[in-house]
């Protein structure tokens, strides 16, 4: 909300510069979001009034302009402006006036020029000459009130807080809010403006009665009938509001509506009261299929159960959204139906979202007013009506009301205010500071403030909310930090995310950076890496752009995404991985949330100085990857090869623990990889940290270590091309005596037949309880050689 | 006395050659030549027998003599020898410290991972736990229980990125999370006070992105519940977790702000580290650098699930990471985060 300083100054003097003014409110009130200041143009920027219009002599497009500034100077100028004229309210600078150069836009000095021979001893300014707007086509021509001579600083110079108006602050949504809240915190008295009126007489035009008829959409609704109103401009001064607050004048009458809502925070509607034909005004949910032309010259079909205002049985006005054009007040209207009600804020808010219009009046309906509120609004406006447009406030004043609300009434326990807030505060001091917000403090018991919550404040209704008006008003300083006491409870377990910080440590150790990248993506970019097989993603409502349309289910297409332009960047290694979750769709429940650690490999190795050697990554690089990051972790980790989406078949592989799955290992296909635009290998490793949970190795037991030497032996064994070496190892490790054996070399080619390949193993015999002969070392080989060529036909090379 | 003339020349002509032999190859050459079995010395002294008594007492203490200090020349030239040698090697060994090393794999923690960690260790040194919870949310636990009931005019504190997802009676209860916030709840809801926890995790809200906005973020929440628990305490935990994150000396201010499921609601900031209060580009000429949102959980939250809002009042806190790493390490893009940018990553090596 823009809240004029100027306007404001007329309810609570304001004892402070505008700076501190905003941090007051900021801190204890509601944020200032901004400090704008109308002004500054200094003393030779003045207001002036138009004498005399002539001819320039020497050009056609220029006049000469001769003004007052109520002194004896009455300076002649040049003016090229084609809305000036004589009798005008204007403003001028003297030589030496700091304006903006209307034709560059920069800050300049005014000073005494020749133009086409005429000499110009200063400037009839425009808005833009002012700094105020890029206007410039023409002269600012003030209202008539502005006082010849003055400063235009002194005029016109204001200063703006653009206010931040929470959803439960009805209240300061108000002109009259702030100055409460202003004057509470520094202690000034509240001017509230006048409201009397005097309704004379019976209706000349004919009652107008009010039924409400759904009272649970509409608390109160207060009309007012004024007779005989002249319809024209309003004054200056409330033009000059209303522009402040960025609304835009009309006629005296709207205008009227409008200030008031803007002073008070009270939205009010005129009806023309001779379109009114029925004389009868009744609120009620619309029926299937209604319509009206609304204000702003639109038809609009209402959803069923909209609340309307109705002259008989014909909608009239959209209750808290906008009014019908067909009632709206015209120039020649003489009477005035003046309504000031009540709706139900959720009522307000649903119709402004299904008509898609929301205006200032809704806005304030949404928070929820009080229905005080309404009768303050009616009177203020009808003041007004009397005051600036001639009218005559007939009798009665309608009020339908059918649910009176007694104020409410709070018992606040002083020691429930410093449980909350940590420190006592006084009896007497509590009470003055709530009785500085228009709290009614009508007993103050042993450690009890009775107390009656102003209307305007319907946020406060317990104990706490009170707590709250006190430490604002005290000050958040007089809190000590404290740290807290108490036994430190015992924390939930969350072995998932345990396991995911030490997967996460472990890839970035293995030499992959993390990266972290959205959880959405578009249509393309899920089924991009084609690893997703039958699922189909969550779709949002309402996404941010295309580019993020669905919950992903796979980490691939984010990281390869982001692997492309690094991949151009550089040729040598390049590791990237995420942690982040798959978002796994489930009927009816939320989806399912596997956390998933994810990494992507590329590049040649790198060389002694880092450069990219020219050797390309293999599959052997990831598996590195996973034995790196996945060893001590789980047990009996273990790749079996697989055909899986996405991953090119014949490199990729499940990675298991034990009997688990716990994730993948492949490469690219280089199909998908290109549709990423990347044209070398990729590999990508994945975890999904709940499997792996479920295979999760124990922390292991300690075996003795033997006292006695192993004895090495390397084998080379041929066996078919396509034996896995691991099925070898697993038969190896079966002979008694060999504790280990780790595969050094494979080979491939001349000598050896075609369809085979030789694996050599180094391996380790030992026995635990003694030191093993040479010969007894040779008599196990022997027979293992023997069972394996019985089992795959494997022979010893060279041998 | 031809024979002691012998032994003189011998014994400088061993001398002289000694002080030659600068290897050594060489000088086990001259032990040999001079002092073996079949040395000159040696010699010497064997053709002693053939000599009168007389002269063979005096020639052989003069071989001895001799001997003698050929033995200790030759003790300090191979001392010395082995030093130059030691030292040659080392001047052909010698490396240049200032090349680059043989390169590991270089991996790396991102940015907003490591803030995460700090901030989370600040917390658990407070005793609270970490908690995590699911991003995709109820309309329920994201606003309802949090007393932003349907219509509320709190709801447009919190634009929404909703799943398209549809009820049979025509609602759409399905959301991203738009704060950590919901987690109050469900943490409330399995225990009992006491509680201490903090809740990191991805929120979205339905908003433009520019240099200070992500529809993307990274929020902690914090809760504490027990008998007793103050705004004071809140202020004094926070000002803790300050002055870990940004500097022993900091000092928090509070504020008034609204937010539905706590009362009172306070905005906190914490002085400027950069300028110590004056004013300066990372604060915004403020001196003040806001950092999260707080306040004490309403007690109809509490009564909500269950607890007894009478004996129980609790703190709650929300912020942002990313805002965190921005102040941090003085990133002006907030954007920056999620673009992944390779020469960004790299900015913030190791783990
Ligand atoms: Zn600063």
């Given amino acids: 909300m823009r809240v004029s300083l100027r306007w404001l100054e007329e309810y609570a003097r304001l004892v402070l510069p505008p700076e501190a003014l905003a941090q007051r409110l900021t801190v204890s009130s509601a944020e200032v979001e901004s400090?704008?200041?109308?002004?500054?143009?200094?003393?030779?920027?003045?207001?002036?009034?138009?004498?005399?219009?002539?001819?320039?002599?020497?050009?056609?497009?220029?006049?000469?302009?001769?003004?007052?500034?109520?002194?004896?100077?009455?300076?002649?100028?040049?003016?090229?402006?084609?809305?000036?004229?004589?009798?005008?309210?204007?403003?001028?600078?003297?030589?030496?006036?700091?304006?903006?150069?209307?034709?560059?836009?920069?800050?300049?000095?005014?000073?005494?020029?020749?133009?086409?021979?005429?000499?110009?001893?200063?400037?009839?300014?425009?808005?833009?000459?002012?700094?105020?707007?890029?206007?410039?086509?023409?002269?600012?021509?003030?209202?008539?009130?502005?006082?010849?001579?003055?400063?235009?600083?002194?005029?016109?110079?204001?200063?703006?807080?653009?206010?931040?108006?929470?959803?439960?602050?009805?209240?300061?949504?108000?002109?009259?809010?702030?100055?409460?809240?202003?004057?509470?915190?520094?202690?000034?008295?509240?001017?509230?403006?006048?409201?009397?009126?005097?309704?004379?007489?019976?209706?000349?035009?004919?009652?107008?009665?009010?039924?409400?008829?759904?009272?649970?959409?509409?608390?109160?609704?207060?009309?007012?009938?004024?007779?005989?109103?002249?319809?024209?401009?309003?004054?200056?001064?409330?033009?000059?509001?209303?522009?402040?607050?960025?609304?835009?004048?009309?006629?005296?009458?709207?205008?009227?509506?409008?200030?008031?809502?803007?002073?008070?925070?009270?939205?009010?509607?005129?009806?023309?009261?001779?379109?009114?034909?029925?004389?009868?005004?009744?609120?009620?949910?619309?029926?299937?299929?209604?319509?009206?032309?609304?204000?702003?010259?639109?038809?609009?079909?209402?959803?069923?159960?909209?609340?309307?205002?109705?002259?008989?049985?014909?909608?009239?006005?959209?209750?808290?959204?906008?009014?019908?054009?067909?009632?709206?007040?015209?120039?020649?209207?003489?009477?005035?139906?003046?309504?000031?009600?009540?709706?139900?804020?959720?009522?307000?808010?649903?119709?402004?979202?299904?008509?898609?219009?929301?205006?200032?009046?809704?806005?304030?309906?949404?928070?929820?007013?009080?229905?005080?509120?309404?009768?303050?609004?009616?009177?203020?406006?009808?003041?007004?009506?009397?005051?600036?447009?001639?009218?005559?406030?007939?009798?009665?004043?309608?009020?339908?009301?059918?649910?009176?609300?007694?104020?409410?009434?709070?018992?606040?326990?002083?020691?429930?205010?410093?449980?909350?807030?940590?420190?006592?505060?006084?009896?007497?001091?509590?009470?003055?500071?709530?009785?500085?917000?228009?709290?009614?403090?009508?007993?103050?018991d042993e450690g009890v403030l009775r107390l009656t919550v102003p209307y305007w404040r319907p946020d406060v209704r317990i104990e706490d909310d009170v707590a709250e008006e006190i430490v604002r008003m005290v000050g958040y300083d007089r809190l000590p930090s404290q740290t807290l006491a108490g036994r430190v409870p015992a924390p939930d377990e969350d072995p998932v995310r345990d396991l995911r910080e030490r997967l996460r440590l472990r890839f970035a150790a293995a030499g992959l950076r993390e990266v972290m990248t959205y959880s959405l993506q578009s249509t393309d970019g899920w089924t991009a890496a084609g690893d997703t097989g039958d699922l189909t993603p969550l779709r949002v409502a309402n996404p941010v752009s295309s580019e993020h349309e669905y919950l992903r289910l796979s980490l691939a297409p984010g990281l390869l995404r982001t692997l492309a332009p690094v991949l151009r960047l550089r040729r040598a290694r390049v590791g990237l991985f995420e942690c982040g979750r798959r978002y796994l769709p489930r009927r009816d429940e939320l989806p399912d949330e596997r956390e998933t650690v994810c990494g992507v490999?590329?590049?040649?190795?790198?060389?002694?100085?880092?450069?990219?050697?020219?050797?390309?990554?293999?599959?052997?690089?990831?598996?590195?990857?996973?034995?790196?990051?996945?060893?001590?972790?789980?047990?009996?980790?273990?790749?079996?090869?697989?055909?899986?989406?996405?991953?090119?078949?014949?490199?990729?592989?499940?990675?298991?623990?034990?009997?688990?799955?716990?994730?993948?290992?492949?490469?690219?296909?280089?199909?998908?990889?290109?549709?990423?635009?990347?044209?070398?290998?990729?590999?990508?490793?994945?975890?999904?940290?709940?499997?792996?949970?479920?295979?999760?190795?124990?922390?292991?037991?300690?075996?003795?270590?033997?006292?006695?030497?192993?004895?090495?032996?390397?084998?080379?064994?041929?066996?078919?091309?396509?034996?896995?070496?691991?099925?070898?190892?697993?038969?190896?490790?079966?002979?008694?005596?060999?504790?280990?054996?780790?595969?050094?070399?494979?080979?491939?080619?001349?000598?050896?037949?075609?369809?085979?390949?030789?694996?050599?193993?180094?391996?380790?015999?030992?026995?635990?309880?003694?030191?093993?002969?040479?010969?007894?070392?040779?008599?196990?080989?022997?027979?293992?050689?023997?069972?394996?060529?019985?089992?795959?036909?494997?022979?010893?090379?060279?041998? | 006395m031809a024979a002691i003339r012998n032994v003189e020349e011998i014994r400088d002509g061993a001398l002289a050659a000694l002080a030659q032999a600068s290897d050594r190859a060489a000088l086990q050459e001259w032990r040999v030549r001079v002092l073996g079995r079949k040395g000159e010395l040696t010699t010497v002294l064997r053709s002693l027998g053939s000599l009168p008594e007389a002269e063979r007492r005096v020639v052989g203490a003069a071989a001895n003599a001799a001997r003698d200090v050929l033995d200790a020349a030759y003790t300090e030239r191979a001392a010395r020898v082995e030093q130059e040698e030691l030292r040659q090697a080392t001047e052909r060994e010698r490396v240049d410290v200032t090349l680059p090393g043989r390169p590991l794999p270089a991996g790396s923690l991102h940015v907003i991972t490591r803030t995460l960690a700090d901030v989370l260790d600040a917390f658990r040194s407070l005793g609270f736990w970490v908690a995590e919870g699911p991003e995709v949310e109820w309309d329920e636990y994201n606003f309802t229980r949090l007393r932003i009931p349907e219509d509320h005019p709190a709801r447009d504190m919190f634009d929404t990125i909703w799943v398209d997802y549809t009820r049979p009676d025509g609602r759409r209860p399905m959301l991203l999370r738009t704060h950590t916030s919901p987690m109050q709840v469900r943490v409330m809801e399995r225990r009992q006070p006491p509680i201490r926890v903090v809740v990191p995790g991805r929120c979205y809200r339905f908003e433009a992105t520019d240099a200070t906005h992500e529809w993307m973020f990274l929020q902690v929440e914090g809760l504490a519940v027990d008998e007793g628990v103050s705004l004071a305490d809140l202020k004094g935990t926070l000002e803790e977790f300050a002055r870990r994150i940004f500097g022993r000396e900091r000092r928090v201010m509070l504020r008034h702000a609204y937010f539905p499921f706590v009362e009172p609601g306070v905005e906190l900031a914490v002085d400027c580290f950069a300028c110590h209060g004056t004013g300066c580009r990372v604060c915004g000429a403020t001196g003040w650098i806001e950092l999260l949102g707080a306040g004490m959980v309403h007690p109809e939250v509490l009564a909500d699930v269950g607890y007894d809002a009478r004996r129980y009042t609790g703190f709650a806190f929300g912020m942002g990471i990313e805002r965190v790493a921005l102040i941090r390490h003085g990133i002006d893009d907030i954007r920056m985060f999620y673009s992944n940018d390779v020469r960004f990553l790299e900015q913030f090596p190791g783990v």
């Fill in chain 1, 601 to 799: 490999l590329a590049g040649e190795r790198p060389d002694r100085w880092g450069s990219p050697s020219g050797e390309s990554l293999d599959f052997s690089d990831a598996r590195g990857v996973v034995e790196q990051v996945l060893s001590g972790l789980v047990d009996g980790l273990d790749l079996e090869a697989a055909e899986l989406p996405g991953l090119l078949p014949g490199q990729a592989a499940r990675i298991r623990a034990g009997a688990d799955v716990i994730g993948r290992i492949g490469r690219v296909d280089p199909r998908v990889a290109g549709k990423f635009d990347i044209a070398v290998p990729v590999y990508l490793v994945e975890v999904d940290v709940a499997d792996a949970l479920a295979a999760r190795a124990g922390p292991g037991a300690y075996r003795p270590l033997s006292r006695f030497p192993a004895v090495r032996q390397d084998v080379a064994l041929v066996v078919a091309r396509d034996l896995a070496a691991g099925e070898l190892r697993r038969a190896i490790l079966e002979t008694p005596l060999v504790v280990s054996a780790r595969v050094f070399d494979v080979y491939e080619g001349a000598p050896l037949p075609h369809g085979k390949k030789s694996v050599a193993f180094a391996l380790e015999l030992q026995a635990p309880d003694r030191t093993l002969s040479e010969d007894e070392a040779q008599r196990a080989l022997r027979r293992m050689i023997e069972r394996l060529r019985r089992q795959f036909g494997a022979e010893l090379r060279g041998g």
């Fill in chain 1, 35 to 444: 400090v704008e200041r109308l002004g500054g143009w200094g003393p030779e920027v003045q207001v002036a009034r138009v004498l005399r219009v002539e001819p320039h002599p020497n050009a056609d497009r220029l006049r000469l302009v001769t003004v007052d500034l109520g002194g004896e100077d009455r300076p002649r100028v040049v003016c090229g402006a084609p809305n000036v004229a004589e009798g005008q309210k204007v403003v001028f600078g003297r030589v030496g006036a700091r304006i903006v150069d209307g034709h560059t836009g920069k800050p300049a000095v005014l000073k005494s020029t020749s133009i086409r021979g005429v000499v110009s001893a200063g400037m009839v300014l425009s808005e833009r000459e002012l700094g105020i707007s890029d206007e410039h086509e023409g002269i600012v021509v003030l209202p008539q009130d502005a006082p010849v001579g003055a400063p235009l600083d002194e005029y016109a110079g204001d200063v703006i807080f653009e206010v931040y108006v929470a959803p439960n602050r009805p209240d300061m949504a108000s002109v009259l809010g702030v100055a409460r809240e202003l004057a509470a915190l520094t202690g000034q008295p509240l001017r509230e403006p006048p409201s009397a009126i005097v309704p004379s007489g019976a209706a000349r035009t004919g009652r107008v009665t009010v039924r409400i008829a759904d009272a649970d959409l509409c608390f109160r609704y207060v009309g007012v009938l004024v007779e005989g109103v002249r319809v024209g401009p309003s004054p200056d001064w409330m033009q000059r509001r209303l522009q402040s607050a960025g609304m835009r004048p009309i006629n005296n009458v709207v205008d009227i509506t409008n200030y008031v809502m803007l002073e008070l925070g009270q939205p009010l509607h005129a009806f023309d009261r001779r379109q009114l034909r029925s004389g009868s005004v009744v609120i009620r949910r619309s029926r299937a299929g209604e319509a009206i032309r609304t204000l702003d010259g639109t038809d609009r079909v209402l959803a069923n159960g909209t609340l309307l205002i109705c002259d008989g049985d014909r909608p009239v006005a959209v209750a808290g959204v906008m009014g019908g054009e067909d009632t709206e007040v015209s120039p020649d209207t003489t009477d005035v139906f003046l309504e000031s009600a009540t709706f139900a804020p959720s009522s307000v808010r649903r119709t402004g979202a299904a008509l898609r219009l929301r205006t200032e009046a809704s806005r304030r309906f949404e928070r929820g007013l009080p229905p005080e509120l309404a009768m303050a609004g009616a009177r203020r406006a009808a003041h007004l009506l009397v005051e600036l447009a001639g009218g005559v406030v007939r009798e009665p004043v309608e009020d339908a009301c059918p649910q009176p609300r007694a104020p409410v009434r709070l018992g606040v326990s002083l020691a429930r205010v410093e449980r909350v807030l940590g420190i006592p505060v006084g009896r007497d001091e509590s009470a003055e500071v709530l009785e500085r917000l228009g709290f009614t403090v009508e007993a103050a």
